[in-house]
């Protein structure tokens, strides 16, 4: 059974310089403890649909249409309350910048124990229990005493393990993790990814983690949507996706990854700027950076073709799996 | 908007620039003409003076406004301010014009019609008093358009004067810099660590009553702000690019200071100097109503308040009560037309 | 932390040596003293003997350096009206002001920070820009006149409360105050509101400011996603965060609430050092002016060092430094 499945997603910005698509119909769905790398560069549409789950986009943008079913239920017609039940006890959120998100005059402890008792009626003293739990799970060392400290106290690293502490504090059926390593040192990343990955399988939660970075999902997610300019352009199992890209931007993407068994290969990068997302053009969004773009892909954009098992793809002129690649 | 065309060019060839800052030149310098001979007492040309202050007076407004009037107007607050504030400033001009009787006319007051609630009429009918008179009979809106005159006289001139003053204190520090510098700097701290109302009940109770003394002491208890700012923004424009350029082209100094220096720390000085009038009929009038400000033959509006406070505990509230509503609405317009104005002059929020 | 508030004693030393030397000759100029202590008519030798007995009759400098020396003694003089010590009189009327300011500043964050937390969170709203243009009237309205209206309002047509004098007050840790009185609480009441007011709108406007800036920190996304209440977000994460900055604010303001009182204690027959001083700037008391100025300033200078402590207190990032420095 899905936990969630989203269809034809639909988040705008309305700003003075006009209607800002930031997510245009994204479609994806998601079962029981399965982890989902939501890819695309900065500007994609990627965070906005993360913060659209949890109803969390800031004015001037908006949820304007599609469906956002979470265990059968669909949160963009959900009630403001409804909604605040659900986030961080069904479905948890793991920001960028560990350095921002935790609230710098508050005691971790505060921030740990609210959270538990905005769902659950427990005392303090049991809220602090499952605090310290949780900060113990995600390898805090002595986390009695720094429960006590505020958060400048705790390093960048330390940190982000406190939020991914807090996002697991009421067991969530569904985290959504939006970039929550590109802040941090490489070596921590790793760490940290590993972490998440074992506590994910552990307690069966899914997981959205949004990055920029196909080479962190890779041993990660179990299927890869890759976003551009607020559209899904391809998606699929990651192994199928990593082996044969059918999208030219995949392709791109994969190609400016240094990677093993490629030395003295040239790293491939892709021309061109992201688009401006106030103006976007009226065919595929991708056809001016693309090399393979004929009149057709100005006119109209490509709409979604099934390309395989779970695979789906937005391109007229796509690399099929079965010419291969790699 | 097109201004331009109602004023001669000053000079024919004059970019449009130049010729707005001679005719704010021009107008500045005008305001404070007439406001000295207005100020000063003399009767010599009254009414020009005063028709000249007044179209000053707009025309420094215009000038400021120019370009960005659409932004200031924004909502329909701003008109509402600006309008009420045109015309106080309006009535106040023409105050000798505009109200009934001169209420300093002891000829003209009579003692029988004395605490008359608002809406009554004199002994013959003659005039009514829309409201009320005080105790020797005088007309409330009268006195309210004369101290209407005073506070905000006393309070532009003197504002004015500390600007000049401390725009020119605050140049010359963060100019010559150093030991000078600290000094004035140290003077300024020194002086702005105490609220201003204790500064001036101070200097005038050393002064003692007066028109004069009382715009003395505004611009003595004022002129510190002016420094600090000024000082702030020459600091921080001095550090720019083009003054080294202008330096390096080898303009003498006065020449980078008030071609280049000082337009950059106007409109901060602007914002400010339009509260500060606000505040300083605030403070002038509390000052005057206990006792040491202006003369009791020039009431300002908070004289007035003070002559009636005696009468309102027993119910006649007007002698208190309608100079208190002059007090707010030109205050209150004054403060909301400096709020409009902070946020279209704000250049950090000019994106 | 003791490095940084010896230097800030330091600095107060100096405030104060200056303050003398203003204040001296500045009340130097005001009036001549022997005029208000002896009729002009008195016989020429009798002025003189008073100017001698008061130390009129010396060069200025010399009446300089012994006002210092007695300064440093915690001597300003007699009253030439009350006859008792400048210092004296000024302590007993001391603690009417205080708790004046004191309440006043209570009612200024009380009003205050409610309507700016709001104003800020509905920024773009009509409640938000009502509260906007409210405070504005509140930066407006002549203390005196605010002061005039409430007794008009409350005391004469109402007559739910008292409009004049101080009240019933009790001795409390040896200070008279009105503030523990029922009596006393009501006759407080309207001078600390119109004491507030000016003050609140300055409340409202910073606290809306921060709470703005708050609320587009990422740590208040985090709480909504924590799932967390807007009541709790507001009064809890973005409360905390606010206070800080007004705090700080509204203690350096307390200092210009004191010598606001002047006027909110003429208005309301106040009993305070405010009235104290008006009715002394009236009757050329001259002593009990230099003592209310020399006090005042050294009231500040303990404000301005308690405010910089809070400070510390209040912000753990500080904290830590300063622990650390």
């Known amino acids: 059974m899905s936990v969630l499945d989203v269809r034809d997603l639909q988040t705008h910005f309305f700003t003075d310089a006009g209607v800002v698509k930031a997510v245009d119909k994204v479609s994806f769905s998601l079962g029981e403890g399965e982890v989902l790398g939501l890819v695309g560069e900065s500007g994609s549409g990627k965070s906005v649909t993360g913060f659209s789950i949890l109803r969390l986009v800031d ?129 921590i990343q790793s760490q940290i990814l590993a972490e998440v990955q074992e506590l994910a399988r552990e ?81 595929c969004a991708f056809a001016p950076r693309c090399t393979r773009a004929t009149d057709a892909c100005g006119a109209e954009a490509p709409s979604i073709t099934d390309i395989g098992p779970g695979r789906a793809l937005r391109c007229y002129h796509p690399t099929l799996p079965a010419e291969g690649v790699a | 908007m097109s201004v331009s065309e109602q004023s001669p060019p000053v000079a024919p060839v004059a970019a449009p620039r130049d010729r707005w800052r001679t005719i704010n030149l021009v107008a500045g310098l005008a305001v404070i003409a007439t406001l000295g001979i207005l100020l000063s007492g ?156 204790l500064v001036a009940l101070m200097l005038m109770a050393a002064f003692g009553r007066g028109l004069d003394k009382i715009v003395i002491a505004l611009i003595i208890v004022q002129w510190a702000y002016y420094a600090r700012t ?60 206990l006792g040491v400000g202006v003369p009791i033959t020039q009431p300002s509006l908070g004289l007035l308040i003070a002559n009636g406070y005696g009468y309102m505990l027993s119910g006649q509230y007007w002698m208190s009560m309608y100079p208190g509503v002059a007090l707010l609405a030109i205050v209150a317009s004054i403060n909301m037309v400096g709020d409009r104005l902070r946020d279209t002059l704000n250049p950090r929020l000019q994106k | 932390m003791l490095v940084f508030l010896l230097r800030r004693l330091t600095q107060s030393v100096f405030v104060l040596i200056a303050m003398m030397v203003v204040v001296f000759f500045g009340v130097f100029m005001i009036g001549n003293p022997v005029d208000i202590l002896i009729s002009p008519d008195a016989p020429p030798a009798e002025i003189e003997a008073t100017m001698a007995r008061f130390g009129f009759d010396q060069p200025v400098h010399i009446q300089f350096l012994k006002f210092v020396g007695n300064a440093l003694q915690g001597d300003l003089g007699r009253s030439f009206v009350h006859g008792e010590s400048a210092v004296s009189l000024i302590l007993s009327y001391m603690p009417a002001t205080l708790e004046l300011a004191m309440l006043g500043l209570i009612f200024s964050v009380a009003i205050g920070v409610p309507l700016g937390v709001y104003a800020g969170y509905k920024a773009d709203r009509w409640q938000g820009r009502a509260i906007m243009t409210g405070s504005i009237f509140g930066f407006s309205l002549p203390n005196f006149w605010v002061g005039m209206l409430l007794i008009l309002i409350f005391a004469v047509e109402l007559q739910w409360l008292p409009s004049t004098g101080r009240g019933e007050a009790v001795e409390v840790l040896g200070l008279r105050l009105s503030i523990f009185t029922a009596d006393g609480f009501q006759h407080m009441i309207l001078p600390a509101l119109t004491l507030a007011l000016y003050k609140a709108s300055l409340v409202t406007r910073l606290a809306r400011a921060g709470t703005q800036e708050a609320l587009m920190q990422d740590y208040v996304k985090f709480a909504r996603a924590k799932g967390l209440s807007e009541t709790r977000i507001l009064m809890v994460h973005v409360l905390k965060n606010i206070m800080i900055p007004i705090i700080t604010v509204l203690g350096l303001e307390l200092g210009s609430m004191i010598a606001f009182a002047v006027v909110t204690e003429t208005v309301f027959a106040w009993p305070g050092m405010g009235k104290l001083l008006i009715d002394s700037i009236l009757t050329l008391d001259r002593p009990v002016i230099v003592a209310y100025l020399m006090m005042t300033v050294v009231i500040f200078i303990v404000i301005n060092l308690i405010v910089d402590v809070v400070y510390t207190l209040l912000d753990p990032r500080v904290r830590v430094k300063g622990s650390a420095a």
């Open chain 1, 203 to 283: 307690t069966g939660t899914a997981l959205i983690w949004i990055t920029h970075d196909l080479a962190v999902v890779a041993g990660l997610a179990d299927k890869i949507s890759v976003m551009y300019a607020g559209r899904i352009v391809e998606s699929g199992p990651t192994d199928a996706v990593l082996a044969g890209p059918a999208h030219p931007y995949t392709q791109g993407l994969l190609g400016s990854i240094p990677g093993h068994g490629r030395r003295g290969e040239r790293l491939t990068q892709i021309p061109g700027m992201a688009p401006n997302m106030a103006r976007l053009p009226v065919g």
């Open chain 1, 59 to 187: 004015a001037p943008g908006r949820v304007v249409g599609g469906q956002i079913n979470f265990r059968g239920e669909d949160l963009a017609h959900l009630s403001d309350r409804g909604m605040r039940a659900l986030r961080g006890n069904r479905i948890a959120m793991i920001f960028q910048d560990p350095m921002m998100t935790l609230n710098p005059v508050l005691r971790i402890e505060t921030q740990m124990v609210e959270a538990v008792r905005a769902h659950d009626r427990v005392s303090h003293a049991a809220a602090r229990d499952r605090a310290v739990q949780a900060l113990a799970k995600v390898g805090i060392p002595s986390p009695e005493e720094r429960l006590a400290a505020y958060p400048h106290q705790f390093s960048g690293g330390m940190r982000q393990r406190v939020a991914i502490a807090i996002a697991l504090l009421n067991g969530p059926d569904l985290i959504v993790a939006d970039e929550p390593t590109t802040a941090l040192d490489v070596t």
């Open chain 2, 230 to 289: 000024v000082r702030g923004t020459a600091l921080s424009e001095a550090r720019k690019e083009y003054i080294d350029a202008a330096r390096g082209l080898g303009l003498p100094a006065y020449r980078i200071v008030f071609g280049h220096l000082l337009p950059n720390c106007i409109p901060p000085l602007i914002v400010i100097s339009t509260v500060q009038v606000a505040n300083t009929i605030v403070l002038e009038s509390s000052l005057s109503f």
């Open chain 2, 42 to 197: 003399q009767s010599i040309a009254q009414f020009p003076a005063r028709v000249i202050l007044l179209i000053g007076l707009v025309v420094l407004a215009a000038g400021l406004l120019r370009g960005r009037a659409h932004k200031f107007f924004s909502g329909p607050s701003a008109y509402f301010a600006t309008a009420s504030l045109l015309l106080l400033i309006v009535l106040a001009i023409f105050a000798t014009e505009l109200s009934p009787q001169n209420p300093y006319d002891l000829r003209q007051l009579d003692i029988m019609d004395g605490r008359l609630p608002p809406g009554s009429t004199t002994f013959d009918g003659a005039m009514t008093f829309h409201l009320g008179t005080d105790e020797q009979g005088r007309d409330i809106l009268s006195g309210i358009l004369y101290g209407l005159r005073v506070s905000l006289s006393v309070s532009i001139f003197a504002t004015l004067a500390a600007m000049v003053i401390g725009v020119v204190v605050g140049i010359y520090a963060a100019w010559a810099g150093g030991r000078i510098e600290s000094i004035l700097m140290r003077i300024v701290d020194f002086q702005l660590s105490f609220p201003s109302i």
